[in-house]
């Protein structure tokens, strides 16, 4: 089975800090992308990553950075967390190229930025 | 822009009835739909995938359709049990110009279901 992992369930954080949030995958996927998920506002993609040092933007880049030194870690860095980034976040990965190119899912960090 | 939405926002059903759940996304350029399920606090488990050249894909109770052309799919729960209460999401994934996809998604808002004993 795919395994998604994501480091932490639950992080509370301070305004400014800066974050990491580290996601996993044991399936050797190309493809790796991160989601923000709110109320109201369904699931939203932040970056995605196709190749190790690759990255492109999503729909709601700002705030955000990301790092893939490493085919199997995808990184999400909020440089100065602000209140407004207090969310569920989710991590996911994919084959890439043709296929069903099917996504699989972490089980989220509930991030709460105070 | 691919916009995807579900409808009912939210549906309310005794155990043992079969009920529809419903998505229309606006450009009908895709490479396939995905059907997710996902419960209280926690992530998104893949349900059933249809690609573009399908029609319908079956698993278990549970049955997707596709109509691309019209931009609709519909997910259809036999016999619904308090078990299927969760919240229903549709994605689906866009081609590239190539004909491949990068895989991103673009997701509805989901379909909050709660199946009553």
């Known amino acids: 089975d795919v395994k998604v992992t994501q480091s932490s369930r639950y992080l509370v954080k301070r305004t400014g800090e800066k974050v990491f949030l580290e996601c996993v995958q044991d399936?050797?996927?190309?493809?790796m992308f991160w989601y923000r998920q709110d109320p109201g506002l369904g699931l939203r993609l932040i970056y995605f990553?196709?190749?190790?040092?690759?990255?492109e933007k999503g729909d709601i880049p700002e705030g955000y950075s990301v790092s893939r030194e490493k085919k199997e870690r995808f990184s999400l860095i909020l440089e100065s967390a602000s209140t407004n980034q207090t969310s569920m976040y989710l991590c996911?990965?994919?084959?890439?190229?043709?296929?069903?190119?099917?996504?699989?899912f972490g089980p989220g960090t509930r991030l709460t930025v105070t | 822009k691919q916009e995807v939405t579900q409808i009912p926002a939210a549906l309310s059903v005794p155990e043992g009835e079969n009920l529809v759940l419903n998505c229309s996304f606006t450009?009908?350029?895709?490479?396939?739909l995905q059907w997710f399920r996902q419960d209280p606090g926690k992530g998104l488990t893949s349900l059933l995938l249809?690609?573009?050249?399908?029609r319908e894909q079956t698993s278990g109770r549970l049955n997707a359709s596709l109509d691309k052309s019209s931009g609709r799919s519909t997910l259809y729960i036999a016999a619904s049990q308090p078990g299927d209460s969760a919240t229903y999401l549709c994605?689906?994934?866009?081609?590239?110009?190539?004909?491949?996809?990068?895989?991103?998604?673009?997701f509805g808002q989901g379909t909050i279901l709660t199946v009553h004993p």
């Open positions: 450009d009908s350029a895709i490479y396939n």
């Open positions: 990553s196709y190749d190790v040092k690759m990255k």
């Open positions: 399936m050797d996927h190309e493809n």
């Open positions: 994605a689906v994934r866009n081609l590239n110009a190539g004909g491949t996809s990068y895989g991103k998604l673009t």
């Open positions: 249809i690609q573009s050249s399908q």
């Open positions: 996911a990965s994919s084959l890439m190229g043709a296929g069903r190119l099917e996504q699989y």
